[in-house]
């Protein structure tokens, strides 16, 4: 029975590590790392910000209209508003206006700002894409790294049980009298180093994780695993479809790092016009509409009869009879009322539509002398120009270096590979004439030992060259242009 509660507590131990571990592929990490990673999300950010700076200075190029109003009480001498005079009476006021404008002629200025700025943009939005390759390159370093040391592991146990083999058959031979307890001695000796390489292996593979979670931005508490998978499935393209020239070729046309620095040629190309365009003249176009109100604006409210007109030589007449009578007409005179502040609203839709005035108007603004400063900043965007160029020359250059460097590493991890599998073979052969030779009591343990550590040696040299060509391989793939995968 407790044999059986034992087991079920074990098993039950061994689901929830399972559910609780998510095991990742290359492709998830990276994917995940793009999303996740720090430097690329600032990378984002920042293109968003040069993007919004882009289309503010598109919208630059759109006329302007801007409303207005304003309402207070004026105390004291003051300018009415409606006559324009001056008053010594408190009165409310109200005002509205309506005004824009748009450049007619700017030398390009605007069109060349929007388009420097533009060009800006995409450079950001290809150095997110660089910061992304980096961060995904990285992955698939750190990614290796821990499948070699999870090899590693794997070779490392593999020594362990043959030592624990020869242990149990040194220790029969030691009983019978046919070996001296040293030898069993020597095996319990190695079996223990043994042990100790196995939990350094193991702590290699825990630190290789921690950094790829890392690279990830996982938390470090958080339970990971990577999917298993030996090196000699990893597909690799052939030297022939890697090239140095070819390459090159290939990368020069779309590396982001490329794409960028020759967007900020550009971009700068433009903003030297932008600076240029200082030296002319710019002609603008302006529209402005306004209307007010005051309460001490007087209103008609009445007429008074004050007499008739007075007949003269102009007057028209009418003959009735044959006698003229001269047509005269009433005069009348407003009656003009202060609003008090009852009734100040009265009339307040007429008094605006009144005072309701409209202008239109070109202006011409031609620079003469500013301090020489459209001068000095037409000199600057030139050599910001000339500095851009030196950039995309130097980035194309060390494109070119690096991937010659890869090539001949790549070149110099498949010689060390060869020579490797060649001491590994060496080594094998070594081991196993050694172990017949022991078995046969014709070997010393010292020199059975000796010969098992010098094949241990060199299969985990074997596999670090296998992982450093994988990678060699891989980094003039991703050059190329071709995803990442293993």
């Not at 040069?50 to 004291?76: E, F, H, V």
């Not at 620095?261 to 030297?272: F, H, P, T």
């Not at 009339?347 to 620079?367: H, I, M, R, Y």
């Not at 995309?392 to 270096?401: P, R, S």
Request: with cysteine; charged share 15%.
């Amino acid at each position: 029975m407790k044999y059986i509660l034992f087991l079920f507590l074990i098993t039950g131990t061994l689901q929830l590590k399972a559910q609780d571990t998510t095991t990742w592929d290359l492709q998830t990490c990276v994917e995940y790392a793009i999303k996740h990673n720090i430097s690329v999300q600032q990378a984002d950010i920042q293109a968003r910000i040069n993007k919004i700076q882009a289309d503010i200075a598109k919208s630059n190029q759109l006329p302007t209209i801007n409303g207005s109003s304003g309402m207070g009480l004026r105390l004291g001498r003051s300018i009415d508003p409606t006559t324009n005079g001056f008053t010594n009476t408190q009165f409310l006021y109200n005002n509205f206006g309506l005004n824009g404008g748009v450049q007619l002629f700017n030398a390009g200025r605007l069109r060349n700002a929007a388009d420097a700025t533009t060009f800006s943009w995409q450079a950001s939005e290809a150095d997110k894409q660089n910061t992304s390759n980096d961060v995904s390159m990285s992955v698939a370093t750190y990614y290796l790294q821990v499948l070699s040391a999870i090899e590693q592991t794997d070779i490392t146990r593999i020594q362990i049980r043959q030592t624990k083999e020869q242990l149990t058959a040194t220790k029969k031979r030691v009983e019978l009298g046919l070996l001296p307890e040293l030898n069993l001695l020597e095996l319990e000796t190695q079996l223990a180093n043994d042990s100790s390489t196995y939990i350094t292996a193991n702590a290699n593979i825990e630190q290789s994780k921690l950094l790829l979670k890392a690279l990830l931005n996982l938390d470090a508490s958080r339970p990971f695993d990577i999917k298993s998978q030996a090196v000699d499935q990893i597909k690799l393209q052939s030297f022939a479809d890697l090239q140095p020239d070819y390459v090159f070729g290939v990368a020069s046309q779309n590396l982001p790092g490329v794409k960028a620095a020759g967007l900020r040629v550009k971009a700068a190309s433009k903003n030297e016009l932008v600076a240029k365009a200082n030296f002319y003249p710019t002609l603008s176009f302006g529209y402005n509409l306004s209307s007010n109100f005051s309460n001490v604006f007087n209103y008609i409210s009445g007429f008074n009869l004050t007499g008739v007109s007075t007949p003269n030589a102009t007057t028209p007449y009418v003959t009735v009879n044959s006698a003229k009578y001269f047509i005269q007409s009433p005069i009348f005179s407003p009656v003009t009322t202060k609003r008090n502040w009852g009734n100040i609203w009265n009339g307040w839709g007429d008094q605006v539509n009144n005072n309701f005035g409209q202008s239109f108007g070109l202006q011409l603004s031609v620079p003469i002398f500013n301090g020489n400063q459209a001068k000095y900043a037409y000199q600057q965007a030139k050599l910001n120009y000339r500095s851009a160029s030196l950039i995309q020359e130097n980035t194309n250059l060390k494109l070119k270096q690096d991937i010659y460097t890869a090539y001949t590493n790549a070149v110099v991890a498949f010689n060390k590979l060869t020579a490797n599998q060649k001491a590994m073979n060496a080594a094998e052969k070594a081991y196993q004439f050694a172990t017949k030779r022991y078995d046969l009591g014709l070997l010393g343990t010292i020199e059975l030992l000796t010969n098992q550590n010098n094949f241990l040696k060199a299969k985990v040299n074997f596999k670090a060259a296998q992982y450093e060509y994988v990678f060699r391989i891989k980094l003039l793939e991703f050059y190329k242009g071709e995803a990442l995968s293993l």
